[in-house]
């Protein structure tokens, strides 16, 4: 009965090569969140959907794309990675502003 | 802007110890606040939550009480077990046009020894 599933658990990709992370749910919840968590660090908001609304912080890199092509997916594009990328990326979803839920994570490791 | 400060880790406890994990706020208006758990390799899970002033959230033996007059959110657990070993997140929401985003402190990492 998972609820956030996250593909792959563990990417490994090479320095430059493009690479997307999946996410998908269950719960039909509207908004879908990305975060990028580096080793001892917090999660950090990368961007996140309302609906269909894209809505990107202000300080994530243009590296980073993302879609969403309906309620339940959402994807995590990484153009060029770099070896600064390397992280645990985390999906969360969340419905209007009620408590947020999420996945186990994908670990990107950039060679 | 609105930030989380949160007690600096490792934290090493024997089982059936009392544990405190101190968080402080600083928030425009009044932001619900969250304790989130990270197992190692995991995600994060939702701990407890309290969304008022004097609210106190509690779950798994764990509490915290939303203090807006000192802001802070303090979480607390009578005996710890060794499987409570993780990392500690202290959150708030930071709600805009209808969607929650949530600042986080820095994570206070436990070991609980037999």
């Known amino acids: 009965d998972a609820m956030v599933i996250q593909n792959p658990r563990y990417q490994v990709t090479q320095f430059g090569k493009p690479v997307t992370l999946s996410c998908s749910q269950t719960l039909n919840h509207n908004v879908m969140y990305w975060y990028q968590q580096k080793s001892s660090q917090a999660p950090k908001l990368l961007f996140h959907?309302?609906?269909?609304?894209?809505?990107n912080e202000a300080d994530t890199p243009d590296n980073f794309q993302s879609r969403r092509p309906n309620t339940s997916f959402c994807f995590l594009d990484i153009r060029s990675p770099g070896l600064g990328d390397a992280a645990m990326y985390l999906c969360?979803?969340?419905?209007?502003?009620?408590?947020?839920?999420f996945g186990p994570g994908t670990r990107l490791l950039v060679l | 802007g609105n930030s989380v400060t949160q007690m600096e880790g490792p934290v090493t406890l024997s089982e059936e110890a009392f544990l405190t994990i101190n968080c402080t706020y600083t928030a425009t208006g009044y932001p619900s606040l969250f304790w989130y758990v990270q197992y190692p390799g995991e995600g994060l899970q939702l701990l407890l939550k309290?969304?008022?002033?004097?609210d106190k959230g509690s779950n798994k033996g764990f509490e915290a009480t939303y203090r807006k007059e000192t802001t802070s959110f303090h979480l607390e657990k009578g005996s710890v077990q060794v499987s409570d070993s993780a990392v500690y997140f202290c959150?708030?929401?930071?709600?805009?046009?209808?969607?929650?985003?949530?600042?986080f402190g820095k994570g206070t990492k436990l070991t609980v020894n037999p």
């Open positions: 969360a979803t969340g419905q209007g502003q009620e408590t947020q839920y």
């Open positions: 309290a969304t008022k002033a004097d």
């Open positions: 959150a708030l929401s930071d709600g805009q046009g209808g969607s929650e985003k949530l600042v």
């Open positions: 959907y309302y609906d269909k609304d894209f809505n």
